[in-house]
T-cell receptor, first 113, second 114 residues
């Protein structure tokens, strides 16, 4: 079955700098890759997603890139702010069939003022 | 609109007991999925239901079962609880059965087995 590896497990950056989180997946049939943000004690919230027919997607300060050949995708956050501090999860799935999202282990991002 | 609601928010059970967790999806959402999130890890898929039918099952033992009601709410049942079942149980709802629509997560039920 699908397996998703996420790195790093913790990341600390200065406010205003960029943060990059990387994920690799094992199942070449996966074609949907969402990213979730989970603040302490709160529910996971979708922040951006990408489908396999595109290589990059941007939404303001957040961007995701996908390399299907290498089976990896990355989350890029620019101009980081204190409210970006949270745990970020990548996930992989197939659009058709069961809605089984396979999550990475998570990255705890800390933005230092 | 109210978001996905789960009850109870916290629960403490003893090993060997049974537990039922409840989820009410966003109004108009017909798909409900259940995930188990152990502390420090990503959520793991347990079940997905759409239009009251099971559409997917993760690698969990038969002690885990679920169902979806005509109003699209759902229950997750866990029998013969083990210490390792202690986790945050998340419910996610979607408007359709496809991943083309965003999944909205509830706040979760934190289950502690002692």
């Amino acid at each position: 079955g699908e397996n998703v590896e996420q790195h790093p497990s913790t990341l600390s950056v200065q406010e205003g700098d960029s943060a990059v989180i990387k994920c690799t997946y094992s199942d070449s049939a996966s074609n949907y890759f969402p990213w979730y943000k989970q603040e302490l004690g709160k529910r996971p919230q979708l922040i951006i997603d990408i489908r396999s027919n595109v290589g990059e997607k941007k939404d303001q300060r957040i961007a995701v890139t996908l390399n299907k050949t290498a089976k990896h995708f990355s989350l890029h956050i620019t101009e980081t702010q204190p409210e970006d501090s949270a745990v970020y999860f990548c996930a992989a799935s197939m659009i058709q069939g069961a809605q089984k999202l396979v999550f990475g282990q998570g990255t705890r991002l800390t933005i230092n003022p | 609109d109210a978001g996905v609601t789960q009850s109870p928010t916290h629960l403490i059970k003893t090993r060997g007991q049974q537990v039922t967790l409840r989820c009410s999806p966003i109004s108009g959402h017909k798909s409900v999925s259940w995930y188990q999130q152990v502390l420090g890890q990503g959520p793991q898929f347990i079940f997905q239901y759409y239009e009251k039918e099971e559409r997917g099952r993760g690698n969990f033992p038969d002690r885990f079962s679920a169902r979806q009601f005509p109003n699209y709410s759902s229950e997750l049942n866990v029998n013969a609880l083990l210490l390792g079942d202690s986790a945050l149980y998340l419910c996610a709802s979607r408007r359709t059965g496809s991943l083309n629509t965003e999944a909205f997560f509830g706040q979760g039920t934190r289950l502690t087995v002692v």
